[in-house]
């Protein structure tokens, strides 16, 4: 009698997910202690943690307030003097044996959490990590870095500590002074491969971009060169954590430098290109467009440059390579294909291979409007850059291709949408003042050249 009326009150007040929780087979909700819920989520505690005002919350919640920039204690609003979580585990086994006696309920045992790393614990081991690289003792140093590397898999937060006590830089200057002694001829001796294999698929998120000494030690000459090797190599795992450490370094501000040694390094466009080719995975792909980017892009000031440079990436395919991702690659990835080949078209020489690549001009007009707002922008770019900077053959040639395949209805479409920005808009006016010239002409030739993709959705 009780139970059932306990249910008919329970059905007309709002139900608190924070407080109860529902079992769906019994129809019952179950009440959730007062001292086993986080103070700030007020859910059930997985990793119950206290601070020095003595107070018991989440480790989750409590890292978030504190990462917010708070320095008080939520519950007693005292300034914490410290930060220090001290694990909780005699609440943490309480609720674990609530949890077991409702597992009848649909209650599930909470995990017994791991104990994350520590700052001193990564300080200690990049010390002796320093120490084993002064020796030259691999087997030493890769023993500490496999420790390092399984810290970084348990948690994000653990990724995080380990960056915030400087095990980048420490990891640099390790990889730097063992390159040295890589043999790229012979491709280096296995136990030394392995080791730098190691270091580098930690510093794909070790690696602190504001590190100045780590920037120096990874844009070394025996550095790159090593990275370089990797690229060309078998291992697609060390092929993939190359061309990432490779994209770090060149959203640098010291990027300029480090392209300019970086292309002047045998086989580095060659396994830039070949990421590209024979894709190791799409963040592989993605990186590697971003660093060809920036390649061409940094020597844009000098137009002896940027053809030598450009002409190497694009006499190894590129454009076709490009074109290939915009038509088949998700978003993001054709939105860098489109940034690179938006570069290219900036020279003359890569505005004629894009004009000899047949699928150039229907595939431009086919994805404006269909990829995204910023790709729709590229696309206008390109398209204007191989309609305005090209002789009056070329010129003529793209645009009565484009509009047989439609390209004076997006654009008006475009226009007349009011989204686009003011540089933008400049470039779409143009072209349809262009393709207006044409299409007059074009009618005479074949009056249903207008018309014929009208109908088609854009």
Known sequence: MILSLRRRRASRRPSNTNTQISDSDSGMEIVIPNHFRCPISLDLMKDPVTLLTGITYDRESIEKWIEAGNQTCPVTNQVLNSFDQIPNHSIRRMIQDWCVQNRSHGIERIPTPRIPVAPFEVSAICEKIAVATRRGDRKRCQDLVAKIKVWGKESER??????????????????????????????????????????????????DPSDGEAQAQLGSDSSLRCLVSFLDGNDLSARQNAVLVLKTLLSLDQRHVVAANLAEIEGALEGLVGIIRQPVSPKATKASLTVIFHMISENCHSQNDINKIGSRFLDLGLVSLLLENVLDGEKSLSERALRVLDVICDCKEGRERAYENALTTPLLVKKILRISDMATEILVSILWKLCKNSSNEEKESVLVEALQVGAFQKLLLLLQMGTCCERMKEKVTELLKLFNLHRRGLDCVDSSGDFKYLKKPF
């Open 158 to 207: 653990d990724r995080r500590c380990i960056v915030k006590s400087g095990a980048g830089c420490v990891l640099s200057l390790s990889f730097e002074s063992f390159a040295r002694g890589y043999d790229v001829v012979s491709n280096g001796e296995e136990s030394l491969v392995l080791l730098l294999d190691q270091i580098l698929s930690v510093l794909t998120w070790a690696f």
